[in-house]
């Protein structure tokens, strides 16, 4: 075979939108690939449409399509240097929500960035990860960009609308005043791809501008709009939006688990949490795992050893246990861990399945889906564990590696990452059923709507049962990330299991609780509730909180501003729902305070959305009061929760 590798095959130069135009169409030829571009403006804004094809006789590799967008000005007193980006990746990469375009993100520690009034920090990223493109990173993040100016409302907003092949990163800067924006459409897991003899690639992307690019709660509106025409899916039902997964990781278990135990809590939590549909059983199932603490946790390879489970915890095996949480009246689900450890059987036995990951991380390997023997054991491990064992949900962890990762990896370059991605998901979801959920974890998942299409919910958020309060905060600032996109509809956010959480104070609980319900992200609860006495004070708020869920409602922020530096955490939340029942309550919103010293809140009913007087009821003391206005001092780590009714 003969290859000719392409870099960009294809610079077209928009300046502007499509303006008054209904569409546009070009067609473009580079050596032995041929490109057709479409441009057509829809009710929320542009739409670009690519294919390239192999015109040739020959295989042809291909690196990645290039559109670049340029002369981008926000307005006559938009200074260049006060323009920024906004994409939710920036929350986990840099602790910060908003970054200056000419902002060195490759090199943060870079001297030149000391101009910037910005601090940042890489606390919960790999450093290995970094690069100057962005929407580049692992960790799944929502697939749009706005950039916008400090100095104005005007917003430009960029945002995938395929990612069968290709995934969207971007490069920006400054030329002759105006901003140039890069928008590559390149390739997971592999460096290039081979295009055969006649093969097709599309791609298709969103433009689209805003007057409210200010707003936290409006930011990608027109893109979203665009995306739910064409978005359809798991995450869109309503499995994990009324209902409860109850885990066995969080609250202090982890893998000390067993059939008895579990059953024991599989009977207290039938009767005390109503709303509890799915009884998950975390790691420590696997006969490896208590050789495997030092190393990492094993999931999806257990299967391939016939003594894989744990015969001392699960002595009557897998589906004996699975069945005897039905006959609780419970759904079994099961955590699959998509690494499988040095020390497994079938990485000794297979190593040739496995892709290299050494670079990020140590002892652990994912298979890799490429390999055509590698994708037929993945298939025979999810046929043992939801058909044979009866499983009917599954918590994927650590399964994003193979998947996401901008690195040559594959063996097989036929494909990306992303194709693999598309195959691996869908036929996890043809063996589920529509009925069956899927839970996505590790690589911290921020809201991809494309793994939504097959995935019910997303865990986002860090363990905060151990009293970290910093874990607590960085959990809030992710959360504005994450529902600054306004499409729980898609994809149901998970913020993080809640148990009785003994790390935590009386206050730091309330706190957590408050904060789950009043952001609709309360997926899961955990916790040994067989041993909790039932008048204990948090088993009842628990059981307040648990009992009335909208997983993935609109949640709205007041009085946030977020392009201030650094990790700002919300003060005043609110939803357009009732918490509880659907009486004379219509809004539901709640106030926090992080800090370390006392803080007075205060807002007008007009910045949630009311006009006049309104009562407000704190949902826990019962305190009434009408006003036109609130006003609540809160202690350190305080926090309040109202219903709001007519």
């Known amino acids: ?61 291909l690196k990645e399509l290039l559109l670049t967008v340029g002369d981008i000005s926000f307005g006559e007193n938009a200074e260049p240097a006060e323009d920024y980006y906004y994409t939710n990746e920036n929350a986990r990469l840099f ?7 000419d902002f060195d993100r490759a090199f943060p520690e870079n001297p030149a960035n000391a101009v910037f009034p910005i601090a ?41 609308l395929s990612q069968d092949i290709f995934f969207h990163n971007y490069r920006a800067r400054h030329v002759g005043g105006g901003l140039v924006v890069e928008v590559y459409s390149s390739f997971n897991g592999i460096d290039a791809r081979v295009l055969s003899p006649s093969e097709e690639l599309s791609d298709e992307l969103f433009l689209g501008e805003t007057d409210r690019a200010d707003d936290i709660n409006d930011i990608f509106s027109p893109y979203a709009e665009e995306l739910r025409l064409r978005i359809k899916g798991a995450g869109g039902g309503n499995v994990n939006r009324h209902t409860l997964i109850w885990d066995s990781w969080n609250d202090g278990i982890y893998r000390d688990v067993s059939e008895e135990m579990l059953l024991e809590e599989a009977r207290a939590v039938k009767r005390l949490f109503p709303s509890v549909e799915w009884f998950q059983l975390d790691d420590g199932y696997s006969a490896n795992a208590e050789k495997n603490v030092d190393l990492f946790a094993h999931g999806l390879g257990v299967p391939y050893d016939k003594e894989g489970i744990d015969k001392e915890k699960f002595p009557n095996g897998l589906k004996h246990y699975a069945d005897e949480v039905k006959k609780i009246g419970l759904r079994p689900a099961i955590w699959v861990g998509g690494l499988c450890p040095a020390n497994s059987l079938i990485f000794r ?8 990951l050494s670079y990020r991380i140590k002892d652990t390997s994912p298979l890799d889906p490429s390999v055509k023997e590698a994708r037929e054991y993945m298939l025979h491990a999810f046929d043992t564990f939801i058909k044979e064992y009866g499983f009917e949900g599954i918590k994927l962890d650590f399964w994003t590696y193979a998947f996401e990762d901008k690195h040559d990896l594959l063996r097989e370059k036929h494909k990306s990452a992303h194709e693999w991605r598309e195959w ?20 911290i998942s921020m809201g991809n709507p494309f793994v939504g299409r097959y995935f019910n919910n997303y865990r986002y958020g860090l363990d905060v049962g151990s009293g970290k309060w910093e874990n607590v905060k960085t959990v809030m600032f992710w959360t504005v990330a994450m529902l600054s996109t306004h499409t729980g509809d898609l994809f149901i956010p998970n913020s993080d299991s809640i148990g009785m959480l003994h790390g935590l104070s009386d206050e730091d609980f309330d706190f957590w609780v408050n904060f789950q319900i009043i952001t609709r992200t309360l997926v899961e609860i955990s916790g040994r509730f067989s041993r909790v006495d039932e008048n204990d004070r948090r088993l009842a708020r ?31 939340v609110w939803i357009n729902s009732a918490f509880d029942a659907p009486d004379r309550t219509f809004k539901t919103v709640a106030l926090f305070n992080a800090d370390e010293e006392p803080k007075e809140i205060s807002f007008e009913n007009r910045e949630i959305g009311l006009f006049g007087e309104h009562e407000y009821e704190d949902v826990w003391t019962g305190e009434r009061w009408t006003a036109r206005s609130l006003r609540v001092q809160l202690p350190r780590h305080g926090s309040r929760l109202f219903k709001v009714k007519r």
């Open 95 to 101: 602790c910060t929500l908003t970054l200056p375009v």
């Open 542 to 572: 628990l059981r307040v909180a648990t009992k009335y869920l909208n997983c993935g409602e609109d949640v709205f922020f007041a009085q946030y501003d977020y392009r201030k530096n650094g990790e700002q955490l919300p003060r005043i």
């Open 349 to 356: 036995e297979k190593p040739q399945w496995f892709l290299d």
């Open 424 to 443: 691996f998901m869908k036929a996890l979801r043809e063996r589920l059923g529509e009925n069956g959920f899927v839970t996505t974890g590790c690589d």
């Open 1 to 61: 075979m003969n290859f000719k590798k392409y870099g960009s095959t294809h610079r077209s130069m928009f300046h502007g939108l499509a303006g008054g135009v209904a569409f546009q169409t070009s067609y473009f030829a580079s050596g032995e690939l041929l490109c057709f571009c479409h441009l057509e403006k829809t009710a929320h804004g542009v739409v670009f449409r690519r294919t390239v094809k192999n015109n040739s006789k020959e295989e042809v590799l």
């Open 120 to 160: 940042t920090s890489r606390k919960w990223t790999d450093v290995d990860i970094l690069s100057d493109r962005i929407c580049s990173c692992p960790y799944q993040q929502f697939p749009a960009i706005l950039f916008s100016n400090y100095k104005t409302k005007r917003g430009l907003i960029f945002g995938s």
